[in-house]
T-cell receptor
Framework: EPEVTQTPSHQVTQMGQEVILRCVPI?????FYWYRQILGQKVEFLVS????????KSEIFDDQFSVERPDGSNFTLKIRSTKLEDSAMYFC??????????FGEGSRLTVL | SQQGEEDPQALSIQEGENATMNCSYK?????LQWYRQNSGRGLVHLIL?????REKHSGRLRVTLDTSKKSSSLLITASRAADTASYFC??????????FGQGTRLTINP
């Protein structure tokens, strides 16, 4: 069964460092998403991406964040200068057009 | 405004009992979805109910939707220890994103 894959599963970084989280969405899907979940809390929308551009972003997704789909398969989230409060699980998700989202297993980011 | 607020925040029951979780939301929706999350894992889609549907079943899951009250419920019948997880509702308002609630932590005691 096709699945969304994310790497790394866990990344530890120093405050102020750049981090890139990678995702391979399901191949025939058209919409791509990043969500984050601070430990034990709700799943928060960051950004959606369609037709090679951002279609919507939340207030959390400020200038420190960017997304890219550099080739036909990878979808990346970059945090330019990490802060302590960026520590969270970051989930990539994709879907065909409407309906259910398919999530990856997440990348745990720890900022020290 | 916050969509998809689940209630209760935590629920602990005995194996074999039924578990009911509720979700309230604020704006009009195209559909409402329920997801499950095992600890430290990704979210897995369980069921989708459209705004013109009132009830939907899938195995031991039963979902209801009341658009006049802007609420939904998820019933898991004959619970098993393996049902222990967090359950989230998510609203699709026709925008690009799904908006998730806080979730209900369900514990099934053997």
């Amino acid at each position: 069964e096709p699945e969304v894959t994310q790497t790394p599963s866990h990344q530890v970084t120093q405050m102020g460092q750049e981090v890139i989280l990678r995702c391979v969405p399901i191949s025939n899907h058209l919409y791509f998403y990043w969500y984050r979940q601070i430990l034990g809390q709700k799943v928060e929308f960051l950004v959606s991406f369609y037709n090679n551009e951002i279609s919507e972003k939340s207030e959390i997704f400020d200038d420190q964040f960017s997304v890219e789909r550099p080739d036909g398969s990878n979808f990346t989230l970059k945090i330019r200068s990490t802060k302590l409060e960026d520590s969270a699980m970051y989930f990539c998700a994709s879907r065909v057009l409407t309906g259910e989202l398919f999530f990856g297993e997440g990348s745990r980011l720890t900022v020290l | 405004s916050q969509q998809g607020e689940e209630d209760p925040q935590a629920l602990s029951i005995q194996e074999g009992e039924n578990a009911t979780m509720n979700c309230s939301y604020k704006t009009s929706i195209n559909n409402l979805q329920w997801y499950r999350q095992n600890s430290g894992r990704g979210l897995v889609h369980l069921i989708l109910i459209r705004s013109n549907e009132r009830e939907k079943h899938s195995g031991r899951l039963r979902v209801t939707l009341d658009t006049s009250k802007k609420s939904s419920s998820l019933l898991i019948t004959a619970s098993r220890a393996a049902d222990t997880a967090s359950y989230f509702c998510a609203t699709d308002s026709g925008a690009q994103k799904l908006v998730f609630g806080q979730g209900t932590r369900l514990t099934i005691n053997p």
